[in-house]
């Protein structure tokens, strides 16, 4: 067992049960149940994480079950995404996956013995009077008109429900617990509700679906699962499931364990509100770059280990805490710093014509693909007469503290040579088009005759060696904290800046075999990925390439124009 000092308060609840003899068979089983109503966002890779990792530590196994009790907002794309996110996780369930729809039959079953037994009756008031009448926090519920309803009658009206012979909303099966009871989950918790909604699964051969409180906890039973463990807002929620488990003919017993849900500041993780996204079309889909989905995430190009590495940093906690939005950024681009092969684009180019260079040859340069990695090696990066630099990387009259290229001033074009800007010519509106420059052939690689130093370093692409892409330069969907706090409405913190689409970038043509899922750095202006809207070359038209910004870097100048401005 692994020193009690390093485990967090589940790992140290677990050790116990093991050493104390209390798991059947002294094997974990744990699951992982969403609701297939929505994509994954990253909350849950916190509970994927711990479900599966738990599973992993401790020798046991880990099942997949898809809650699916609301057949109205349910559908196959969201089960289909649901284990492409797991497996890009690198979790699997093997053939532990199951459904809550697997024990419809036996949930039914049950239903009826309690019905039987007078520990459920089917209830005809309208739920509007069911929330009237359940009471609130410091008043006691008031008991439903049917709660005595003679069990004959009950059997008869919920076969009736089951038959589709009643219409929605007319009646209702309800546990006949205490109307009294403090805690609100326990005043006669419904059952089952009548639904005439296609299952993605079972089809139409159901009229009336279980609840969750009911299914999930009687689910768990049946797959024989030792540790539920769940998020905090299911605490209220323990004296139901244990109900749920206690009920005659349940063979195993469950115990349910709850943990801090994962929250970071800048973004929502209701799947309410991210559905009203897309369906508003204020992002693009479900894998909307800016989306907390997973499928979100992914696409912009974040790695598993990334975020398994963020899920690690925060821990553990029975206290719900808000984690910064840059702790996730940092660990993005601590694994990013690792796997990704730097190239060369420029996001707005300007021409840098190199006078003295001769017009018809190509020269090649050597230049690392991640100095994180030597075992990378190294690519072949063309060298022109005339060049694409940042627009942004000249200035005619620098200011001071700048570094960069200046007519008069001189540069070291990153891995080639030294060049001199000497001139610019401008369009009828006064914007630059060009710039004229002059090289020193001494200087090839950066080093000089006379061993001089720059301070600037710019990147570069050749103009009739690169490949025309466009650039989609992602930030937070939304520009506050606590998006909607101050207004009451989340969407009137929408970031308008979340995405900037930059259609005329150059990058090099190395990137011409790029593959979805490489691992880029654009060097000094961020990691970046392939994105799928990318075409691919034909015969008749030239690749559209297609770039997503992960996440920024760190911009020393910026810093320097921010401590600048904070000065004056």
Known sequence: MEDSKNLNFIEKIIEDDLAAGRVPGNKIVTRFP???????????????????????????????????????????????????????????????????????????????????????????????????????????????????????????????????KHPEGKYLLRARLDMASPNINMRDPALYRI???????????????????????????????????????????????????????????????????????????????????????????????????????????????????????????KVESTVDYSLMEFCVRE???????????????????????????????????????????????????ELFIEADDFMEEPVKGWHRLYIGGEVRLKSAYYVKATSCEKDENGRIVSIHAEYDPESRGGETADGRRVKGTIHWVSASHCIDAELRLYDKLFKAEDPGSETGNYLDDLNPESLVVVKNAKVEESLGNVKLGDYLQFMRLGYFCLDKDSVPATDETPARLVFNRTVTLKDSWARMQSKEQKKG
Not at 121 to 136: A, F, L
Not at 195 to 224: L, Q
Not at 241 to 257: F, L, R
């Open 34 to 164: 969403p609701e297939p109503n929505g994509y994954l966002h990253i909350g849950h890779i916190k509970s994927i994480c711990l479900n599966f990792g738990l599973a992993q530590k401790y020798g046991g196994v880990c099942h997949l079950r898809l809650d699916d009790t609301n057949p109205e907002k349910e559908d196959m794309e969201y089960i289909n995404s649901i284990k492409s996110d797991i497996r890009w996780l690198g979790f699997d369930w093997g053939d532990n996956e199951f459904y809550a729809s697997d024990y419809y039959e036996r949930l039914y079953e049950i239903a009826v013995r309690l019905i039987k037994e007078g520990l459920a009756y089917v209830d005809s008031q309208s739920p509007e009077e069911v929330r009237k009448n359940r009471g609130t926090l410091t008043e006691p519920g008031v008991n439903s008109p049917d709660r005595d309803r003679p069990i004959e009658e009950n059997l008869r009206l919920f076969e009736e429900m089951a038959a589709g």
């Open 335 to 385: 694994d990013l710093n690792k796997r990704a092969r730097r190239v060369m684009a420029v996001k707005n180019p300007v021409r840098l014509v190199i006078d003295n260079y001769k017009t018809d040859i190509t020269e090649y340069f050597d230049v690392e693909n991640n100095p994180e990695k030597p075992e990378d090696g190294t690519r072949r990066v063309p060298f022109t007469r």
């Open 195 to 317: 639904k005439f909604a296609e299952h993605p699964r079972t089809g139409n051969r159901w009229c009336v679906y279980p609840m969750y409180d009911f299914t999930h906890p009687i689910s768990d039973a049946i797959e024989g699962i030792t540790h539920s463990i769940c998020t905090l807002e299911f605490e209220d929620h323990r004296p139901a499931y244990d109900w749920a488990c206690s009920i005659d003919g349940i063979d195993h017993t469950p115990h349910q364990y709850e943990f801090a849900r994962l929250n970071i500041n800048y973004l929502v993780m209701s799947k309410r509100r991210l559905l009203s996204l897309v369906k508003n079309g204020l992002v693009s889909g479900w894998d909307d770059p800016r989306m907390p989905t997973i499928s979100g995430i992914r696409r912009r190009g974040y790695s598993p280990e990334a975020m398994k590495d963020f899920i690690a940093r925060v821990g553990v906690a």
